[in-house]
């Protein structure tokens, strides 16, 4: 079996840290979502210029899900169930450069991608703005904090 490399992205930060980060990490007891300090402080944060009009992006989400036959359920079930349907996908003839699919952890269930390795040409750093810490960007957290309970533990 071939492997391939993947990027998960978004649209904005609060989708990205939760596709990331804060996944499958809610604590009931405490009600809040507990992200190790250690793992939040060895991420960064990258502005990447992206040209999706040389890319082929399979839709995961409202029409092309369902042109497919498929539902939002599909992308809703186990991360082994999904990493095999990723793996479909990358694998199909048509050569796709990503996936578009809605979010399960960011508020107001917001898009996600991510993009396999062959769509490397087509994806840069935004000029000027390499990676950044995220300790180096405390009020990116502060504001994240706001609409959800994290809590750095």
Do not use: W
């Not at 990205?16 to 009600?31: D, G, K, M, P, Q």
């Not at 952890?105 to 950044?132: M, Y």
């Amino acid at each position: 079996m071939k492997r391939y490399e993947t990027l998960y992205c978004a649209p904005s930060f609060d989708t990205c840290y939760a596709e990331t980060l804060i996944r499958e990490r809610f604590n009931v007891a405490s009600a809040q979502y507990e992200v190790p300090k250690a793992e939040h402080d060895s991420r960064s944060l990258v502005a990447l210029l992206v040209d999706f009009s040389k890319l082929k992006i399979v839709d995961l989400y409202g029409p092309g899900l369902q042109s497919m036959g498929l539902n939002n359920m599909v992308t809703m079930g186990s991360y082994a169930e999904t990493r095999d349907l990723s793996r479909a996908i990358y694998e199909h003839a048509d050569a796709p450069d990503g996936i578009v699919y809605l979010s399960r952890f960011a508020p107001s269930h917001q898009p996600a991608i991510v993009l396999f390795d062959r769509a490397k040409p087509v994806v840069r750093c935004f000029p000027g703005f390499g990676p950044t810490t995220l300790p180096n960007l405390p009020e990116m957290f502060a504001t994240l904090s706001q609409l959800r309970p994290i809590a750095l533990v």
